[in-house]
């Protein structure tokens, strides 16, 4: 088989939407089995490794975004359901989520706040301009409430997407160690922070340590998702204001 056969073969190919959804899948499968050969390193991410092969293959391939995202939309839409499931584990702990619910409240607020406020101060301190201040300031927020808010207060939801995505790979790799070394050993707290700092690939890495982790994680993704949206959009434009 030649190449121009070869070639004429992926142009027919790449046009069909199951082919960026097999790949997809087929990326992630390959990250999670190097993922677990590692023995479960946190630095063998599988979301990093997976987003990395398809960046490359789409550049390879010369395909648009849009046509990959014909095929791959399908794992977008299932991020609703996989959200609302993670109340299941949730359930579980809820006798002892009841019963810290007032630190679980403070540390909400402090972590939500700290977490867009100070991003977005350095970043103007830097000179970054208003659309990206505004793309930048929800990134600990799960990227569909992120994409949301970023909308609405002038910001690129796609560029606020690669923030969102990059700020959960960071956590993911280093939070849990970062922990341990400040001595924070507690499952449910290593989870919060987790879920509060690096949204949905945070809550996957506290899965993989524990059940309780990641239901607490899981806990305060959902919590800082609704925290963000309803205080970011009145609170960011007193911080513009003494700023500017």
């Known amino acids: 088989m030649n190449g121009g056969t070869m070639t004429e073969i992926w142009v027919y190919l790449s046009a069909q939407p199951l082919l960026w959804l097999t790949l997809t ?4 499968l390959l990250a999670l089995a190097l993922h677990r050969r590692a023995g479960g390193h946190p630095a063998v991410n599988p979301v990093l490794i997976s987003v990395s092969l398809l960046v490359a293959l789409l550049l390879l391939t010369d395909t648009p975004y849009p046509r990959y995202f014909d ?5 977008h839409f299932l991020l609703g359901p996989t959200t609302v499931a993670l109340a299941i584990p949730l359930h579980g702990q809820l006798k002892r989520l009841l019963g810290m619910a007032g630190p679980l409240t403070i540390a ?14 350095i970043a103007a301190l830097m000179g970054a301009s208003a659309p990206t201040l505004a ?4 990134k600990s927020v799960t990227t569909p409430i992120a994409m949301g808010i970023a909308e609405r207060l002038g910001g690129l939801a796609s560029l606020t997407a690669v923030f969102v995505i990059l700020t959960g790979i960071v956590g993911a790799i280093f ?7 400040a001595g924070v050993r507690d499952e449910a707290s290593v989870g919060f922070a ?5 949204h949905g690939i945070g809550t996957a890495r506290a899965f993989q340590l524990s059940e309780q982790t990641g239901a607490f994680a899981a806990l305060a993704m959902g919590l800082n998702g609704l925290f963000t949206a309803l ?7 007193m911080l513009a204001g003494l700023l500017n």
């Open 194 to 198: 987790l879920g509060l700092a690096s």
């Open 71 to 75: 095929g791959a939309q399908f794992v």
């Open 108 to 121: 909400l607020v402090i972590g939500s706040l700290t977490a867009a406020l100070s991003a977005y101060a």
């Open 175 to 181: 939070a849990s160690g970062l922990l341990a070394r």
């Open 135 to 138: 793309s930048l300031a929800p």
């Open 231 to 237: 205080t970011l959009p009145w609170i960011l434009p």
């Open 25 to 28: 899948l087929a990326a992630y």
